[in-house]
């Protein structure tokens, strides 16, 4: 990655106001600006289980900021600073935590009007994807061919937005219902911006012998205007094979959060609280997953120090 700077850009001797506690992040008032702290706390078919993967919320919060700098010539984003370094994370309120913790995991950001969607893009027909096509072949209102496999690449990218349910399951959703929420020219326009997002990132990781096959992102307004906020292609928010592994038809180990929801599928758990216990080697294998993805995709190594 490039090389950053070790001055912080947040102001000094500003106290931070705890807004919300989401399921795996910190959300935090900050003079002007919000602190986003990403935990090592996991959430899988929207529950959040007992156990953390260690490291969890620096690979996410670097992965972002990665593809945030990469792609900002097709949008711009949230985001102000990554707290890189003690130094930086001294100059926050001791309320968000001990400084060694806030290193790496730790987003000050632009604050935003967030749209009510799911923006959700698709290269290969597999998850709640295949599903909805084994039903009814159709994605999202998209019809497809009657012959189409598991994992197989589709003709080209979809967009498939969905709803972000507050309680719950979000639910997936076509244009026309997307053009109710957020109004026709606006949908249009971060489905536009997220197929170019996918394109991008895509093609730089397939140089990397990595396939994303599908990914989501989350839009805001500021001054009127799109930003790309939260996270991108982290492997929380997307799922990434290696080429060596796909074919179509076959279900392929992942670098993501799909090695997780795997176990839990082999599992009796109905997918309700409370979270089943994640033994201790799905924990170490999920932790090995993500810095994998980390490395092979960035090119950097990952320290357990997060910079």
């Not at 053009?179 to 394109?199: C, F, K, N, P």
């Not at 996270?231 to 392929?252: A, H, L, M, N």
């Amino acid at each position: 990655m490039a090389k950053r700077s070790t001055k912080s850009k947040v102001a000094d001797k500003t106290s931070a106001v705890h807004l919300a506690s989401g399921k795996v992040r910190e959300i935090w008032q900050y003079g002007d600006s919000l602190v986003l702290v990403a935990t090592d706390r996991l959430s899988a078919y929207d529950v959040v289980f007992g156990e953390e993967i260690p490291d969890r919320g620096r690979v996410l919060t670097l992965m972002s900021q990665f593809w945030m700098s990469k792609l900002a010539n097709v949008v711009p984003n949230h985001l102000i600073e990554v707290i890189a370094d003690k130094a930086a994370a001294d100059r926050l309120p001791s309320a968000l935590g001990a400084p060694d913790y806030l290193v790496g995991r730790t987003t000050v950001c632009r604050k935003a009007q967030m749209l009510p969607i799911e923006c959700i893009v698709r290269g290969y027909l597999y998850g709640s994807a295949w599903k909805e096509y084994q039903s009814k072949r159709k994605v999202s209102g998209v019809p497809f061919p009657d012959n189409m496999q598991l994992a197989e690449k589709l003709p080209s990218p979809i967009f498939t937005p969905s709803t972000k349910a507050t309680e719950g399951h979000d639910v997936n959703i076509d244009m026309d219902a997307a053009y109710g929420l957020v109004g026709r020219e606006r949908a249009e326009e971060v489905a536009g911006i997220s197929i170019d997002l996918y394109e991008q990132a895509s093609s730089f990781a397939l140089e990397r012998g990595v396939i994303i096959a599908d990914t989501k992102f989350e839009f805001g307004l500021i001054d009127g205007k799109i930003v790309l906020c939260d996270e991108v292609f982290t492997p929380d928010s997307s799922r990434f094979w290696y080429t060596k592994d796909w074919q179509p038809g076959i279900d392929p180990p992942s670098l993501d959060k799909q090695f997780v929801r795997n176990y839990l599928d082999e599992t009796d758990w109905d997918k309700t609280p409370p979270a089943p216990h994640l033994p201790p080697d799905v924990v170490e294998a999920t932790r090995d997953r993500y810095i994998e993805a980390y490395e092979v995709l960035t090119g950097s190594v990952f320290s357990d120090g997060g910079h």
